[in-house]
């Protein structure tokens, strides 16, 4: 018996998900390093499978769009487990995932005996990216603007229509919906990201637990017991409320018990990579827990505990800062500010533009990013009335000294439409433009925090910190307005 094995006896999930954690780096498919990655990517992965005897590989249908939708077979066990991921085209850190496992199934190391356990007790059924034309568009829904995970009773959508189909001539004993959450989920109301939330969906309004959602629910349990060992803190239960047109819900009412990994955030994890390995050690775990059957060990009453999906987190919160409403007269104010991704033809496939979303006392809110404010005042970032001819002039010393005077905007004479926002240093607007910085709900958050003595102590452009006291941020980008 090897180590590994004497250790899963005692806590099989947590030292399962712990071992192919710290292995992740050798599975880890090379091809897909960021989550806006497309169909036309994924292809040749899925070819390459069909060399392997230990995968069998099917196109099982097209999306609206033409693109072919797969069906990937690895096992030859009694209990038939069914993985799909994407059904939301902007949802892909569990697809990156389901690449990184094939690989794990087909070398070998000192996970040997578990994968050896899934293969001879499961036969394992993968529909990677179920939604091509969401993942070409990176947005949630499909070619008809239909959101997958809303029809399950209509099926209007081939899509749909085909993962009923596959549930219904499958019948797999144990489902895996794989999803993304916004980042701004909290565990309870902590301050602490809900990076992994769990559901074993309810069939019903009343949220009755039978045999099929209870086994959902006791492997959930074991897949949290893997996941606090690696992020203690960071792990709630989405939210329990039925949903009739889900698939989820339906599915788990067909006979298949559903469990549903929402990949949230994590901080400094822009693309998810830290997430996409958190996704690979939990499903390991618990296709192992099913395996085994170790997963009947857990209790029900455990999954209760697990902490409910909250939102209270901010990008950046601004504590305690003064601030002189439009009458002049002194207020005290915290400041909420969030960041959307916006699409733009680049390398990066997006930039940020941030909103000011909450003003007043946000003591039980918490951000990503927090800024001291006592002591300083906020202002509007003012913008340079003298245009500055091309971007290469603002050099990063003239860029910080424009900031120490307190500007975040400027002019710009030789203006093109073709200028990348992740490349601004600071927001830019035509010479005869305009543009206002007021502090505002829904507005652009552009403004100085300035210290009794008349210095800028931090800037903030387009919801980035400059802390002027330290070096650039490596996050930070303008806009054009």
Request: charged letters at 25%; hydrophobic letters at 35%.
């Amino acid at each position: 018996m090897t180590i590994l094995e004497s250790q899963c006896q005692n806590k099989p999930a947590a030292n399962i998900a712990k071992a192919a954690f710290d292995l992740h780096a050798q599975y880890k498919e090379p091809v897909i390093k960021n989550r806006r990655f497309k169909h036309r990517d994924i292809v040749p992965l899925i070819e390459e499978l069909k060399k392997n005897p230990m995968f069998q590989v099917k196109t099982v249908g097209q999306s609206i769009e033409g693109r072919d939708i797969y069906l990937i077979k690895a096992g030859t066990g009694k209990t038939k487990v069914m993985l799909w991921s994407q059904m939301h085209g902007d949802e892909s850190t569990a697809t990156m995932a389901l690449f990184d496992f094939f690989n794990f199934l087909q070398k070998p190391d000192a996970l040997d005996e578990v994968k050896k356990k899934i293969l001879q007790n499961t036969t394992l059924y993968f529909v990677p990216m179920l939604n091509p034309d969401g993942a070409e568009a990176f947005k949630r829904r499909n070619a008809y603007d239909i959101d997958l995970n809303r029809d399950a009773l209509r099926l209007q959508s081939p899509e749909a229509r085909l993962l009923k189909s596959l549930r219904d001539s499958l019948n797999p004993e144990f489902g895996f919906n794989l999803h993304d959450q916004s980042r701004l989920y909290t565990v309870g109301t902590t301050n602490k990201p809900a990076t992994i939330s769990f559901l074993a969906p309810a069939f019903d309004y009343a949220q009755t637990v039978n045999e099929v959602r209870g086994r959902a629910m006791h492997t959930i349990v074991g897949m949290n017991e893997g996941l606090q060992t690696l992020i203690p803190g960071q792990v709630a239960k989405y939210s329990d409320d039925h949903e009739p047109r889900a698939f989820g819900d339906n599915i788990q009412k067909w006979g298949t018990s559903v469990i549903l990994i929402e990949s949230g955030g994590y901080n400094g994890d822009q693309e998810k990579q830290e997430i996409r390995k958190l996704n690979f050690a939990t499903i390991t775990s618990a296709l192992h827990l099913i395996a085994t059957k170790e997963y009947t060990n857990y209790k029900l009453e455990d999954y209760v505990k697990i902490p409910q999906n909250e939102r209270y987190l901010y990008d950046l919160v601004i504590r305690k800062v003064h601030h002189k409403d439009k009458s002049g007269h002194p207020v005290l104010l915290d400041v909420g500010v969030n960041r959307s991704e916006i699409p733009i033809n680049s390398p990066k496939g997006f930039f940020h533009r941030a909103t000011v979303e909450e003003i007043g006392d946000m003591s039980v809110f918490h951000g990503y990013e927090e800024v001291n404010g006592e002591g300083l005042t906020l202002e509007a970032g003012k913008i340079l009335d003298k245009p500055i001819k091309q971007l290469r002039d603002l050099t990063p010393e003239r860029v910080k000294d424009l900031l120490q005077q307190g500007y975040t905007t400027v002019r710009l004479e030789n203006f093109s439409a073709g200028v990348n926002p992740t490349e601004l240093p600071l927001n830019i607007i035509r010479v005869n433009g305009n543009a206002s910085h007021t502090l505002g709900l829904g507005r652009g958050a552009n403004f100085v925090l300035r210290a009794a003595d008349g210095k800028v102590r931090y800037a903030i452009v387009n919801g980035f910190v400059y802390d002027m006291q330290g070096a650039k941020p490596s996050l930070l980008h303008g806009v054009v307005l």
